[in-house]
T-cell receptor, first 111, second 115 residues
Framework: DQQVKQNSPSLSVQEGRISILNCDYT??????FLWYKKYPAEGPTFLIS?????DKNEDGRFTVFLNKSAKHLSLHIVPSQPGDSAVYFC??????????FGTGTSLTVIP | KAGVTQTPRYLIKTRGQQVTLSCSPI?????VSWYQQTPGQGLQFLFE???????NKGNFPGRFSGRQFSNSRSEMNVSTLELGDSALYLC??????????????FGPGTRLTVT
């Protein structure tokens, strides 16, 4: 069973606009969430994380929002740049044990 | 610090053979996790080792096994290979021990093709 879901396989955004990537989870015990970016032929690269005690975490152009009641998190990239084109994975865990990953969203930023 | 390294990067095997993949974590990282990535399935958790002990295991058959050495390096083994085992196998290390250290750092992966 897929405990972490990314329902949009792909997303296209114009350069300079906002990219919003979404992720839903089913296990209310998850308390730590991460976003990764993956380029072809490379391993995923850690982007940003959030613990369940927060509802927002920012790092430069990247902001992650967590809505625990809806079991939903999202990653906002503002402004989007062509170099952001990659596959983005969200992941969830219970206190860092065994991360569950979504199936990924392929983001294309159009120059 | 050097990143997570995985060897080999590419591997072609035939059905029925066995394979061993290797992972060297970032220096100081004691937790190593293995994932299988296939198209449309995302990253599926295989197992996690910490201080030479398997702490967590995903839902994979017993043909998939692993171990961790005292220097935190890890190997995973797949016996009796099947066509469906063709995938990218990713290794990730993390520091653990601190709430801020749950981030996992991934290696480039080993692309296994079973023919």
């Amino acid at each position: 069973d897929q405990q972490v879901k990314q329902n949009s396989p792909s997303l296209s955004v114009q350069e300079g606009r906002i990219s919003i990537l979404n992720c839903d989870y089913t296990n209310s015990m998850f308390d730590y969430f991460l976003w990764y970016k993956k380029y072809p032929a490379e391993g995923p690269t850690f982007l940003i994380s959030i613990s369940s005690i927060k509802d927002k975490n920012e790092d430069g152009r990247f902001t992650v929002f967590l809505n625990k009641s809806a079991k939903h998190l999202s990653l906002h990239i503002v402004p989007s740049q062509p170099g952001d084109s990659a596959v983005y994975f969200c992941a969830a865990s219970i206190t860092g044990n065994q991360f569950y990953f979504g199936t990924g969203t392929s983001l294309t930023v159009i120059p | 610090k050097a990143g997570v390294t995985q060897t080999p990067r590419y591997l072609i095997k035939t059905r029925g053979q066995q394979v061993t993949l290797s992972c060297s974590p970032i220096s100081g990282h004691r937790s190593v996790s293995w994932y299988q990535q296939t198209p449309g399935q995302g990253l599926q958790f295989l197992f996690e080792y910490f201080s030479e002990t398997q702490r967590n295991k995903g839902n994979f058959p017993g043909r998939f096994s692993g171990r961790q050495f005292s220097n935190s390096r890890s190997e995973m083994n797949v016996s009796t290979l099947e066509l469906g085992d063709s995938a990218l196998y990713l290794c990730a290390s993390s520091q653990l021990g601190q709430v801020s250290s749950y981030e996992q750092y991934f290696g480039p992966g080993t692309r296994l093709t079973v023919t």
